[in-house]
């Protein structure tokens, strides 16, 4: 099969810095246990996701050291390890875990060096393709973090820097220590809080990673997206993230999953095309 005829393929690519992806990637913090806390219940089956994206066409996955903690840093390591040519794997830092469901912000320039060696060792990686600030702590002062980054990029141990939640004033502020490449904000069809930040990603060539595609926020927008499931005869949750490839091409949706049966369903959104009927009962950003 040629990779022109992946599912991943259809949405088209996204270029991060120097790097072309497509433009459906995979998150990996399904892969761990509940709570995001822990091995999963099903290892194996955590392994054959991991495998089975690059089948799909899938060539940018986005992790965090958080996420478990380090559980799926490690097991994308032994699944994907020796990665192939043109896999993009971000990860992220900046958050602690002292339990399940809790995540903590630590932006200190001791944490950060302790999370993205830690992701170095447990990816077998010498860079960092994407490294993602998880959060500006605001008990840290920026330039501590934000130097902390400029200076580990200037050392090799990071190509690309991006950011998670964040504003555009954050954004700008980082600017001035490094190119901002990638912004993470949470962003679905029910929760467009950030379309500000879109509409300047779009104007300024930078990817914009939603994360929770799914989480409606209300119950006329879950009304609206089952009703154009319908239509189309698929999932809810391929419609969200057909949306969400429709609103922006500079959008980088991340599906994220356990399961083989669920992933192949989520990337398939990509082959979705929306009608302007569709965009009417579900609006595009303005």
């Known amino acids: 099969m040629q990779a022109t005829e992946t599912p991943a393929a259809q949405a088209g690519t996204i270029t991060i810095g120097d790097l072309t992806v497509n433009r459906m990637a995979y998150g990996a913090m399904r892969i761990t246990g509940d709570g995001i806390w822990g091995p999963p219940k099903d290892h194996d089956e955590a392994i054959r996701v991991l495998k089975r994206t690059l089948d799909l066409g899938i060539n940018f996955i986005d992790t965090a050291d958080s996420y ?4 799926s840093e490690e097991l994308i390591a032994e699944a994907l390890y020796p990665y192939p040519e043109g896999l993009v794997i971000a990860t992220k830092g900046g958050l602690l875990r002292t339990g399940p469901n809790q995540w903590p912000v630590d932006g200190s320039r001791k944490h950060l060096e302790e999370a993205l060696n830690g992701s170095l060792k447990r990816l077998k990686v010498e860079q960092i393709d994407l490294y993602q600030l998880h959060r500006f702590d605001a008990k840290v002062p920026s330039e501590e973090f934000l130097g902390f980054l400029q200076e580990a990029q200037q050392q090799g141990k990071i190509k690309h820097i991006g950011l998670s939640e964040v504003s555009i004033e954050q954004i700008e502020e980082a600017k001035t220590y490094f190119d901002v490449v990638s912004v993470q904000n ?3 069809f029910g929760i467009q809080k950030w379309n500000d930040v ?14 929770y595609p799914l989480n409606a926020g209300d119950v006329s927008a879950q009304q609206a997206i089952h009703k154009v499931a319908q239509r189309h005869g698929v999932s809810d949750y391929q419609i969200a993230l057909a949306w969400l490839l429709a609103a922006s091409p500079v959008m980088l949706p991340i599906a994220g999953t356990s399961s083989v049966k669920h992933l192949e369903e989520n990337v398939q959104a990509a082959t979705i095309k929306l009608t302007d009927e569709d965009f009417a009962d579900m609006p595009l950003p303005e």
Do not use: S
């Not at 478990?68 to 559980?71: D, F």
């Not at 509409?199 to 939603?210: L, R, T």
């Open 68 to 71: 478990g903690p380090h559980v």
């Open 186 to 188: 949470m962003y679905n």
């Open 198 to 211: 879109l509409a300047y990603c779009e104007q300024n060539g930078i990817a914009f990673i939603p994360w």
